[in-house]
């Protein structure tokens, strides 16, 4: 299996959990759990950045090292492009479960009032 398989896999559930989150009716209610894609964008640039600094770091002194067998080859110095699903997952990903889980959470203070 090779990483990009492993990502697309991932990255696909990410992705549908952020559909799910913009398009969900509490999130798009309540300002305080709706999503930014301002802000998406900009801590998308931010980590992505910082990825490829400590990758290239942690692979450089060899603390991390990948299978050339399993990774496409294109590189970034001296880390795989690979790497940056990661920090494209948690982008996606954890924005988007606050959101949907602050939007049930605020459905629930509601109902209680």
Request: charged share 20%; hydrophobic share 55%.
């Amino acid at each position: 299996m090779t990483y990009w398989l492993l990502n697309t896999v991932f990255l696909a559930g990410a992705v549908a959990v952020l559909v799910f989150a913009l398009r969900s009716r509490g999130a798009q209610r309540s300002p305080r759990s709706r999503l930014h894609r301002s802000a998406l964008v900009v801590t998308a640039s931010v980590l992505l950045v910082l990825t490829a600094v400590f990758d290239n770091i942690m692979i450089g002194v060899g603390l991390v090292d990948y299978d050339d067998a399993r990774i496409s080859g294109i590189k970034l110095g001296i880390m795989p492009v690979e790497d940056f699903a990661y920090t494209i997952f948690a982008v996606l990903a954890l924005p988007a479960l606050w959101t949907l889980l602050g939007a049930r959470r605020d459905d629930r203070a509601d109902e209680a009032r």
